[in-house]
């Protein structure tokens, strides 16, 4: 028993000190241009194969079929994914062919996966290969929208796929000069009315908030919020990072200045209305409305008429979050204060509510 | 030996008779634990004879039995009569009225008026001197525990049920009390003032607390009411006269006259005011108010000089 | 089984006498008043003291250790019920159980 | 009888010894070796891991309190953070009572016990050891909860509404219900090996009058932990219920009341300081008449006042509610019963001072410690009077004042006992005994440091510093005397570092060469001690047996007494009638193994995922759990091996059924139990009524005619096995299984009926608990299903039959009660409605 014990200390000692050796003798060669050993490979790839299906998180995916998560992933796609991985329409970039190994074309890899393993992959990246993880590990609503997105690719053609990434926002620059001072698509990328709407038209996903109309201090705020990475989003940050305060002003006033759009809904019930207006002293949930209606502070934002899918979303974001900007400080403790019901019910309220009359 | 939260600082009937009850108590413990410990000495190290004495079963039976039940009867009958002259003494016919509701961790005090009229106010009682006064103790949350030390012994606030507790200030003072039942979180930080008056300063401090806030003087006490009314601390907090009318907090219709803030444990200075406004998880973590790092240096100013103005 | 319960009834009709005082209260006072809870005190005392007095007496003549012992779980039951007793005189019945 | 042994020489058994027989008695109760010791199951050994375990947890509070201490030496302190300290406090109070004190007191009575009763072991070793090993983990994972910042914080005594879902989410508190409850469950199986142990394993002679007082109060101990313990489970039951699924037992609004949760609990919480403080009282009843050289004056009221203290201590709970605003009278009915308790705790210190006058106390260590213990315990006890008196605790409760008093209780009352107990038996399970000097040094740091630390909270307290809180401001006065404090503290934890450093400089546990006899005690634990106890087992004349038979260790050592080898080749012990101590039976007991500890291992885990609502692992678990238990019992209940002579001519079956067996008496227990918890429940059940009888309906549901019928065809067929089991087999089964069959029918429809009528749970208080009652029928059923389905498998594997039937005889019994149960239960939910309604 101890000789056999003994025995093996010694052998993993041996090895180790062997495996030492080796790589500080520098003759493994790290060129991406060269491709790994066969066996190499398969070590990898079986390891990789295994640890997302370890992993992978045990929980029920949301609806994926669900357009307004298929939009909004879509807009994310185009900006963050597409490069390396192509899209319909588009091949894979010359730079990204020399990675290795190559960024595989999802709209034949993803069925191999289940959702639970996308999800993982997609929120984790993976080691070794340059896919990254998703820019931040507080928002898996985002992540499931991407899904739902990968799970609509392989059947979307390249009409299908520029209405739902662009939206309404042209893919490429019409005229010659509009090339040769902004650098091809790649402005289409950033722009807000992709996935905001601009103009009277509506976001493209109601799980986009709607900017028309809010206060431009609130706009701004949200924006250096992403930028600092004080409010948590995968599909926001690095678009906000990109703008300069100058720009992320304009955009705001541009925002500020819109026509409010009318409200989505029509469901107004009185009890929740009451909760809205007057909040409930026992259960601690303060008016709603207090904070905002029109005469509230221009950092806070106008709920009426706002998507209510997007109210319910923001309100379970925050029910989760870490508080760090002024504003979540205040609305973090109230969020979670609220029952579900309550979160669907006073979302559905404010989007039934028309502008003016808040 | 005297505190500003001390039992033994008596300033009411029911204080003064437990303190009467304590000494009482202090020195026939002392007496008894003398005569134990003398016992023991005299065990180990006294004259055989008195050894012997100290052996005999019969020294067992008399001090370990018929000893403690004598003195253990004439305590009980005294401690009985201490309570009986506590809780069955009923309420004089002129005796104030007022409500105290313990939260996490403030206390909620309504006073009622000449016309029943419900005035409300927060986390400092005031109380005519020599007047009966019932406080009826609730609470919106979990258990408290009402306890001023000068006045009366500690009653409990239970969600559900309704005590009652009857005070009277001998003079008028300022007399400390502190949450005594462990209420989550911030329990060490919920106290109060019980601030007795003569009577007729009672009086017109009542007549003047039911009254609406005073309208805001100045312009900078102006912006501050209507950045107080903007940022939202309506829907928590009341002022009277103005559409702030939360009932989740403390009224503020005259936070500016209060000694304290946050629940007696802050005097009410600005500075506090301020640091409360931006940083009250970090005075009183836990506590529902969320932090209001919203204003700008100047904009806190203004709000903090129109609370400050609510006299 | 007669035995064993002398042998524990003293204690034990010291724990009955003190609940039904105790459970009492608040039962008989809040349905019939406090005359027909001074009844129940005085009936409850009195069907304590009886059985605790049949036991010191049919235990006082016993020599064996259990006999002793239960002798003076007697008295000492007896001591219990007059202390628990002695706030019925001292206090008002029937107070704060509305 | 015939041939006692006296004075004259007369010896059960001859010398010479025959060739081999102390080997084979070796062999018999050899120890496993290496790490298999885990499996072991001698007292000794379980008493050792279960001392030592306890008193890790005790420096590990100890820390805590520490860290408290350091918090509050100076106002506005900024050391710990508010929610820190308020986890600390909580488990610094949880650990000290749950953790430290009921585990070290019950460790010392399974440790000593035996010793000194002249057992070869406690009756069910197995349950010692799963009970045991359960705590240690269970104990181990609770206190972890504290570095993950998972711990409870809503105070030992977790208050309702605090601790509920709404208040306090999150699992910590749900660790606290689950991993308390399941440790207090440990303890009641720790207090029933005890209960039958002291009744029925003594030595031949040892009379109930000639039984050490140490027994005597660990046989009060464990069954105040009987009655007490269920009323808390029961508590713990009704709070998870309302946090998992939202039943209102504690919710005011919907009919609950949190006043349920206070007389619950200290209907436990009482009688639990005494069921810390008798066992230690016991020990220095032992430990005074050995340093004084003499018996203890007044033995006899000493056991009365044991027995009414037990009594007394459950009649004392409202005087932890003085303040709740209860009915004054009522106040007085506690008040006058918290005196009456302070009597036989007088008689006790007057008693103990009498043995030190009529004998010469030496001045030892463990001396030390007594009088120590007599000083700081008065004390504590004439606070207690203090606090008893309902106006002073008005301004007293739940002040530094109150902190001050039970310190001295407790600290007083079973840390320097516990201290003097180590002191004064480590020579009779260590190679060495402690070091008198370091001991000495230790006592002076305690003593002195517990004052310093302790005696400035009663002033502290009084000029109106409350308990529990993280911070104060300056100028209040309180200063200088938590300043002085936490001095104090500090010099208690030297003291206890000594202690320490004394262990690991001189114990040296063993089972073979111990100090042996150095104080020139005279009760049988003084006998040489071995892995079976003593060579032999004495017969036991007087109270001090070494003290009236000097040469009787000799004698016991060459094997002259009682059962000098072993009979069946295994491990035996003999088993007494319970007040006469007449021989009656060998009983043979297991050795080691692994199902109780996979048990052990596998219920902590069951509760603890439990907690983190990992259901599907916890009933895999569960499963395990069940599995070992099996196994563990398979092997138990052996068939007869004939009469087995033990000396003196007294022959002994090796089998008997019925209430001979000592496993009906712990069933018995075991019902007691059961019957407590229920009590409780109805008692709960009583009291939401006059809470709010609102919630209770007007009209009631139908008749539960079914159920009833269900219960009686369950009855019939009980008594039908009773009678089968020796004629037929296959008609014996049937009866069982549709007997048993019938009362989960009955027990279903009734549950049924209530939901149909659209009763839900969550409902009301009244709802909650009549489901409530529903639980806990189908936790007695659920124990009945799966022992009768044990009991046909051993009918089906022929380890049952009409002599060996001990295994039916316990199920019937538990089967008896259930219908018993079930009945009580029918007539509370639908009697009680129809009364009052």
Known sequence: MRRILYTALGLAAVGSVGLLLFAWSGLYSVAASRGHWPMVEWVLEFGMENSVETHAPNVTPPRLDDPDLIRLGAGHFLFGCAECHGAPGTEVGLVVRGML?????????????????????????????????????????????????????????????????????????????????????????????????????????????????????????????????????????????????????????????????????????????????????????????????????????????????????????????????????????????????????????????????? | MTGLQSMFAPMGPEAALIADLAAVLFVGAAVVLTIVVAALWFAMLGSSAARRGLAAERAVIVGGIVFPIVALAALLAYGLWVMRASVASPAASNAMRIEVTGEQWWWRVAYRDGDGRRIESANEIRIPVGRDVVLTLRSADVIHSFWVPSLAGKVDMIPGRVNTLKIVAKQPGVYRGQCAEYCGGAHALMALEVVALPEAEFASWLAAEGAQATDAAGETERQGRELFLAAGCGACHAIRGTRADGRIGPDLTRVGARRQIAAATLPATRENLARFIVDGQHLKPGNGMPPFRVFSAEELSAVVAYLASLK | MFRTFLRLGAPLAWALHFLVLYGAEFLVCSRWGSQAYAAVVAGATLAALAVLVFVVRSTAAGTGFVDRVAFALGLMGLGGVLATTMPAFMIPMCVGTA | MTRAATATGEYPNDLPRPEGELERLEAAWELPKGWRIVTAVNNTVIGYFYIATAFGFFVLAGILALLMRTQLAVPDNTFLGQETYNQIFTMHGTVMMFLFAVPAVEAMGVLLLPQMLGARDLPFPRLGAFAFWAYLIGGLVFFCTLFVGLAPSGGWFMYPPLTSERFSPGVGADFWLLGIGFIEISAIAGAIEIIVGVLRTRAPGMTLDRMPIFAWTMLVFAGMVVFAFPAVILATILLELERAFDWPFFIAERGGDPLLWQHLFWFFGHPEVYIIFLPAAGMVSMIVPAMAQTSMVGHRLIVVALIATGFFSFGLWVHHMFTTGLPALSLGFFSAASMAVSVPSGLQVFAWIATIAAGRLRLTAASLFVLGFLFIFTLGGLTGVMVAMVPFDWQAHDTYFVVAHFH?????????????????????????????????????????????????????????????????????????????????????????????????????????????????????????????????????????????????????????????????????????????????????????GWPHLIAAVFTAAFFLLLTVKAVALALACGGIVIAAMIAWMWSSDPASAGEADIGAGISLPTYVAGPTHPSWWAMVVVLLVAGALYLSYVFGYLYLWTVSPATWPTTPISMPSWPVTCLIVSGVALAAATRLLGSSRLLFALALACGIGALLVGLALDAWTQWQSGLRPSASGYAAMVYANAVLQAQIAGVVTAMGAFTLARLVAGRLDADRRVVFDNLALLWGYAIGEAALGLLLTHGFPRVAG
């Open chain 4, 408 to 592: 001295y209780v407790l600290v007083g009352g079973m840390v320097f006992p516990l201290l003097c107990a180590f002191y004064y038996w480590a020579p009779a399970f260590s190679r060495r005994p402690l070091s008198e000097r370091m001991g000495k040094s230790a006592f002076w740091l305690i003593f002195i440091g517990f004052n310093v630390a302790f005696f400035p909270m009663h002033i502290s307290g009084l000029i109106g510093m409350p308990r529990r809180v993280y911070s104060y401001p300056a100028g209040l006065g309180w200063d200088l005397p938590n300043l002085i404090s936490t001095v104090g503290a500090f010099i208690v934890a030297a003291g206890i570092l000594v202690v320490l450093a004394d262990f690991l400089r001189n114990l040296r546990p063993t089972l073979t060469k111990s100090a042996g006899d150095v104080w020139k005690g005279g009760t049988l634990e003084w006998l040489e001690n071995h892995t079976y106890g003593a060579r032999s087992v004495p017969h036991v004349d007087s109270r001090e047996p070494l003290w009236t038979h000097p040469r009787m260790s000799e004698d016991v050592k060459k094997g002259r007494y009682y059962l000098p080898g072993t009979m069946t080749g295994g491990r035996e012990t003999i088993v007494t009638s319970p007040v006469e101590a007449v021989p009656q039976y060998l009983m043979r007991l297991p050795g080691p």
């Open chain 1, 101 to 358: 190994p190559p960024p595989p074309d999802l709209s034949r890899r993803v069925s191999a996966w289940t959702d639970q393993e996308l999800f993982w992959i997609v929120k984790n990246g993976i080691k070794y290969t340059g896919m990254p993880a998703w820019p931040t590990l507080d928002r898996d609503d985002e992540v499931w929208a991407l899904i739902a997105f990968l799970r609509a690719l392989p059947s979307l053609d390249q009409a299908a796929y520029r209405a739902l990434a662009y939206g309404d926002v042209p893919a490429e620059p019409q005229s010659g000069e509009g090339v040769a001072m902004s650098g091809g698509a790649s402005r289409a990328l950033g722009a807000c009315a992709r996935c905001h709407g601009a103009g009277d038209r509506p976001p493209l996903s109601a799980l986009v908030p709607r900017l028309h109309g809010q206060p431009a201090e609130m706009l701004v705020e949200a924006l250096r919020a992403f930028a600092a990475g004080e409010r948590r989003s995968g599909i926001m940050e690095p678009l906000a990072a990109a703008l300069s305060r100058r720009a992320a002003e304009e955009v705001a006033t541009y925002y500020a200045g819109l026509a409010p759009l009318p409200p989505t809904s029509t469901v107004q019930a009185e009890s929740i209305g009451r909760l809205a207006a007057e909040g409930d002293a026992a259960a601690e949930i303060p008016a709603c409305i207090s904070c905002h209606d029109r005469q509230a502070l221009a950092i806070y934002p106008r709920l009426a008429a706002q998507s209510a899918r997007y109210l319910e979303n923001r309100l379970r974001v925050l029910w989760y979050a870490q508080p760090r900007t002024p504003t979540q400080s205040i609305m973090v403790p109230i969020a979670r204060r609220l029952s579900e019901q309550q979160i669907r019910d006073l979302s559905a309220y404010f989007a039934g509510l028309p502008p003016e009359q808040r």
